[in-house]
T-cell receptor, first 115, second 114 residues
Framework: QQQVKQSPQSLIVQKGGISIINCAYENTAFDYFPWYQQFPGKGPALLIAIRPDVSEKKEGRFTISFNKSAKQFSLHIMDSQPGDSATYFC??????????????FGQGTELSVKP | DGGITQSPKYLFRKEGQNVTLSCEQNLNHDAMYWYRQDPGQGLRLIYY???????QKGDIAEGYSVSREKKESFPLTVTSAQKNPTAFYLC?????????????FGPGTRLTVL
């Protein structure tokens, strides 16, 4: 129940295309869903996040779509660029002050954007 | 510059040895975290701390120990009891340890057991 399942494991997209990464969860106690971006040899950095009371959040070329009933959420990268090539992680955090803000991460998606 | 530092960047250990990974932050954050990253498995939580002198086990705490004697420091010891310690270790911090608080990550330490 603590798992977050992410797919695909790897993704190749042409420059200018749309990259789509999907995540699914089981635990209804999750109430914060961030996406992190990681470049090789670096620590992850927060990209965008959503709460379950909204169905979509957009920041520039990055959009999270959230389907609470299906317990699924996805990251869409519009007009993908070679600089977007990185590993992307979805995550979920359970509600409650005693949970310490801990994150449960998906397995990661290695995105490669071809010029 | 504010941020999180981890040292060393690369660490080699012989089997049977304990080793300590350093994590320091100057962001004045209350909460700190240790994650382990393995290919194809994402990041898994080892330990976390919401306040000085208090810490909680994460999902894979066996074979690891931590201390939180100072707000800015959260060292991780990989003990000889950890059966498969070779991995990339990431430290993170957040302001209050709440779900919506962004976690800031350090650059990581790559540990290799020889």
């Amino acid at each position: 129940q603590q798992q977050v399942k992410q797919s695909p494991q790897s993704l190749i997209v042409q420059k200018g295309g749309i990259s789509i990464i999907n995540c699914a969860y089981e635990n209804t106690a999750f109430d914060y869903f961030p996406w992190y971006q990681q470049f090789p040899g670096k620590g992850p950095a927060l990209l965008i996040a959503i709460r379950p009371d909204v169905s979509e959040k957009k920041e520039g070329r990055f959009t999270i779509s959230f389907n609470k009933s299906a317990k699924q959420f996805s990251l869409h990268i519009m007009d993908s660029q070679p600089g977007d090539s990185a590993t992307y992680f979805c995550a979920a955090s359970p509600r409650g002050d005693n949970q310490g803000g801990k994150l449960i991460f998906g397995q990661g998606t290695e995105l490669s954007v071809k010029p | 510059d504010g941020g999180i530092t981890q040292s060393p960047k690369y660490l080699f250990r012989k089997e049977g040895q304990n080793v300590t990974l350093s994590c320091e932050q100057n962001l004045n954050h209350d909460a700190m975290y240790w994650y382990r990253q393995d290919p194809g498995q994402g990041l898994r939580l080892i330990y976390y701390s919401q306040i000085v002198n208090d810490f909680q086990k994460g999902d894979i705490a066996e074979g690891y120990s931590v201390s939180r004697e100072k707000k800015e420091s959260f060292p991780l010891t990989v003990t000889s009891a950890q059966k498969n310690p070779t991995a990339f270790y990431l430290c993170a911090s957040s302001i209050f340890g709440l779900a919506e608080n962004e976690q800031f990550f350090g650059p990581g330490t790559r540990l290799t057991v020889l």
